[in-house]
């Protein structure tokens, strides 16, 4: 039997739900992406994965590397590309900011958290942003 899982990001509760074969297994809280880089709407795929992932801020250009001070945490689920930026699941190392509207319209997730939604997905797998 084959497995379909399925992440759906509710933008109003901040929380991603975690659906196997259309059960729901399990939610994590997230935080948004704030005012003027609100987390886009639709229907999207996982399309990258990352295990201790580089940060680029989005509008100056410096580079984190891997490590505690890194933005992204641990992992890094990429989900929505306009060719130059990137939106996706990620840790954090600013856990207060979960459950907020905080990121550049990224996922963030505690790092136990997106540690182990990074498990259960892989390339292909389909995300549903819902407001």
């Not at 039997?1 to 259309?22: F, G, H, S, W």
Request: net charge neutral; charged share 15%; proline share 8%.
């Amino acid at each position: 039997m084959q497995v379909n899982l399925q992440l759906v990001i509710k933008l109003n509760e901040r929380r991603v739900y975690v659906y196997r074969n259309q059960q729901l297994q399990t939610s994590y809280p997230i935080a948004v992406g704030r005012e003027g880089w609100e987390t886009p709407v639709g229907q999207y795929q996982v399309i990258q994965m990352i295990t201790r992932p580089t940060w680029e801020h989005p509008l100056t250009g410096e580079i984190i590397p891997p490590g505690p001070d890194n933005p992204l945490g641990q992992r890094w689920i990429g989900f929505w590309t306009d060719g130059k930026n990137y939106i996706g699941f990620h840790g954090t190392p600013n856990t207060e900011t979960v459950g907020q509207a905080a990121s550049h319209g990224c996922i963030r997730m505690f790092n136990q958290d997106v540690l182990a939604l990074f498990e259960m997905v892989k390339i292909g797998t389909p995300v549903i942003v819902e407001p």
